[in-house]
């Protein structure tokens, strides 16, 4: 799927902003340490490993990825849709890699990494009897959401979906199995990846081939911070410069979009 080309031109027209030194980073050097907010939803995002508790998965290793492009250690702090806003402002985290696209609402609260490091739709899953076999068909149904959702306005404008948000998408999930909605929409690898490889939802499928408003996946931060701004967007635009994130994505059982593919080719014909 195709980039979505009004989202990308409306984020990289945000982008020109005043370069003023902040704090932040010299805080991150200071401590030897960055303290990230993850999701942990599921894989191939996040989890807790039942044996050692660490957290493991791709936004794990892309928070690593980030600690060892500014030289300094990892700290990942579990995040909830419902709180990881909040998390990033009161200062418990210093960036959010945490499921959070690009969006308009958000960028005009938050500040974010330039250079997306992906683009991430939204899938719908529902119980295979349940007679929803496309978006058209959420019409007037109640769809369960997480918190903060960027998935809410167009289910509900766009299809006419009655949304019922929860705090994450564990508690979604449960709801649907619960019957208390026709169908949960939720970033689109994660689904896929629960319909495909766990037998517990082997009665469920996904609804459409065709993920709803994919966006651009970003690194977020507080407002004004543009020493940290810069230096995690140079390390990012290395990422697409090696192929780096290529291959994170594939040892996570995921599959690289096409926007992933293009900016690896960009940047690595770029000067280093």
């Given at each position: ?228 701004q810069a230096a995690i967007d140079r390390i990012v635009q290395d990422w697409h410069r090696t192929g780096w994130l290529i291959e994170v994505e594939q040892r996570n059982g995921m599959t690289p979009t096409p926007l992933l593919h ?11």
């Open positions: 799927m195709k980039p979505t080309r009004t989202a990308l031109a409306a984020l990289l027209a945000l982008t020109a902003l005043a370069a003023h030194a902040d704090a932040t980073l010299d805080r991150i050097k200071q401590r030897g340490k960055i303290v990230v907010g993850v999701m942990l939803s599921g894989p191939p995002f996040g989890t807790i490993d039942p044996v050692t508790q660490r957290h493991v998965g791709y936004n794990v290793q892309l928070s690593e990825g980030v600690a060892k492009g500014l030289g300094v250690g990892v700290e990942t702090v579990q995040v909830q849709p419902s709180n990881r806003v909040q998390f990033l402002q009161q200062g418990k985290v210093d960036i959010l890699i945490a499921n959070m696209q690009w969006t308009q609402e958000r960028s005009e609260i938050l500040s974010f990494v330039p250079t997306p490091f992906e683009e991430v739709g939204g899938a719908a899953i529902a119980k295979k009897s349940s007679g929803v076999r496309q978006w058209d068909d959420l019409r007037g149904k109640p769809v369960c959401v997480s918190q903060g959702s960027n998935f809410t306005k167009p289910l509900a404008d766009q299809y006419g979906a009655q949304i019922k948000a929860f705090r994450g998408q564990p508690e979604s999930l449960l709801a649907l199995k619960g019957g208390n909605c026709a169908a949960a929409v939720h970033v689109s690898p994660t689904l896929r990846e629960l319909v495909a490889s766990n037998a517990d939802w082997k009665d469920y499928e996904i609804v459409s081939p065709a993920d709803i408003i994919p966006s651009p996946s970003v690194i977020w931060l507080r407002k004004g911070e543009s020493d940290t293009q900016l690896h080719d960009k940047f690595r014909k770029a000067p280093a």
